[in-house]
């Protein structure tokens, strides 16, 4: 059962309706056993029979909960501190055993986002900045809250406790609110991202055949099904959530409106950015090694460069784990680690040469030309990534960018090539129309959240636009013979 099938949202009505019938008090534990079933019921464990897989989840969950008892009832750092570090070598090695080993084990659900989500609960644990939670069935709510099983996003415990275990009236607000939010998830997914994938999936397999314009059309639509994919993801799960009085933390905030790829990163997978700055990074910048580095430098290259040069290698580790965490291989290592590193170091290394550039040309910074200017160029290096996180290796990611410059034929606009690319010109207009009115709702909510806007309109105006974007939803979703809604690509890139 996933969560774009209609066997889900008959059980999430089912339960929405139980969860405020039963008392406040009893509704943790029903989030709890409602998670169990609809682990249980995912395609993975239905279609291959591993039933095991719940164990893993409840295997790293006691591994954390007691080794964070034990550093909460000890003031002896050297057994809080081996007591992080089992815990950690038993849920990272569990992760890689089952995610990136291929031995013949099924990786259970979301198991990237439940592992990080303990360890960061670990680390605040350790490092006393979090409560310790006693109840072990609470902490297994808390890893394994089951909209946050299908991707995310990433949870904070201390941001999440009184949420979770706190009892919850019924809110018409929240509940609309909510389902509002899943409305335009599914636009996302069902109307634009299945229909960019048959662009992306026509041009990536046969790359060979095309040249010049078609191969950018194909990056550019795979750039938009994946983000279209994960977004309307993040919107289903945290409608959902909110239907509960849930509020989970964002995800995205409108990426592709960044100027640098740094801005780009504060924008997308939000709380995996957080996560590895607050784990990885920072706690990196402070070890032994990296606190004596600028020292051993600054004689050879001045305090400033040492400095600079210090902070450079603690992100290429940074990044390089950012790449590995989405599949382990040199396309996805490259593609969405080290080429971003690369992006972000020149950028910084350059930037002396591009204020005097501005300078000399007398840029305004701040006028909309040259915005648009900066937010092109983000998008488009995030594009050319994204073909190495495509492509099968990194040798065919090279020769499909080979080839993307090998002709220049704008002629395909207006010659009809571009109906060859699997979508015919209906497909195709909705396509296009449907990116207008994402793009167009995406720069809105920069003034403000749409849902609320929309609430202070003519209840009549409010209905039409809801009731029109549902019939959208219904009329032009990609449904068909092999199609299911079922899976999100973003899925296969980090279980």
């Known amino acids: 059962m996933s969560i774009t099938s209609f066997s889900f949202l008959c059980f999430f009505a089912a339960v929405l309706f139980l969860y405020y019938v039963i008392p406040k008090k009893a509704q943790w534990s029903f989030l709890l056993f409602v998670s169990f079933a609809f682990f249980m019921t ?23 909960y007691f080794a964070a ?31 990136f080993f291929r031995l013949p084990l099924l990786a259970p659900m979301g198991i990237s986002f439940y592992t990080l989500t303990l360890l960061g609960y670990l680390f605040d644990v350790y490092y006393e900045i979090g409560k310790v939670q006693n109840n072990y069935g609470k902490l297994v709510l808390f890893t394994c809250y089951f909209p946050t099983m299908v991707s995310g996003p990433i949870l904070k415990y201390g941001e999440m406790e009184e949420q979770l275990y706190s009892g919850h009236k019924l809110d018409y607000r929240r509940v609309t609110f909510g389902m509002q939010r899943m409305l335009w998830g599914f636009f996302k997914k069902l109307v634009i991202s299945e229909r960019m994938a048959v662009i992306a999936n026509e041009i990536f397999n046969n790359y ?51 100027r640098n790829i740094s801005e780009y990163w504060r ?26 580095l600028p020292k051993k430098l600054k004689d050879k290259v001045g305090k400033k460069r040492a400095k600079q040069i210090t902070t450079f290698l603690a992100m290429f580790l940074l990044w390089f784990a950012i790449g590995y965490w989405h599949g382990g291989t040199w396309n996805f290592i490259i593609g969405s680690g080290l080429l971003h590193w690369f992006y972000i170091v020149s950028g910084e290394l350059a930037e002396p040469l591009f204020v ?64 060859s ?12 129309v449907s990116l207008l009115i994402f793009e167009w709702v995406t720069i809105q909510q920069q003034k403000g959240w749409m849902r609320e806007r929309l609430e202070k309109t003519n209840i009549v105006v409010r ?7 549902l019939f959208y939803v219904i009329l032009l979703g990609q449904y068909g013979p092999g199609y299911s809604a079922s899976e999100f690509i973003y899925q296969n890139f980090k279980v």
């Open 421 to 432: 690319f699997g979508l015919d010109w209906i497909e195709l207009t909705i396509a296009v």
């Open 267 to 292: 924008r997308w997978h939000i709380t995996l950015g957080t996560w590895l700055k607050e784990y990885l990074f920072y706690p990196l910048l402070r070890t032994k090694f990296f606190m004596q």
């Open 42 to 64: 995912s395609s993975e464990v239905t279609e291959s029979g591993g039933w095991y897989v719940i164990f893993y989840p409840l295997a790293a969950v006691a591994a954390v």
């Open 69 to 99: 008892r034990l550093m909460d009832r000890t003031k002896e750092q050297k057994k809080r501190r081996a007591a992080l570090i089992c815990a950690v070598i038993f849920c990272i090695g569990l992760l890689c055993t089952l995610k």
């Open 356 to 419: 005097k550039m501005r300078a000399f040309f007398h840029i305004k910074t701040e006028s909309r030309g040259f915005i648009l200017f900066q937010r092109l160029r983000t998008f488009l290096l995030v594009v050319l990534g994204l073909i190495f996180f495509r492509s099968s290796t990194v040798s065919d990611a090279l020769r499909m960018i080979g080839r993307g410059f090998s002709a220049f034929n704008p002629q395909i606009f207006v010659d009809g090539t571009l109906f």
């Open 208 to 258: 060979e055949s095309y040249a010049g314009f078609p191969v950018w059309i194909g990056a550019i639509a795979f750039t938009f099904q994946l983000y279209t994919d994960f977004a309307g993801c993040m919107d289903i799960v945290l409608g959902i959530s909110e239907c509960f009085g849930i509020i989970l933390p964002e995800n995205f905030n409108a990426p592709f409106l960044a």
């Open 463 to 469: 209905w039409i636009v809801l009731y029109a974007l």
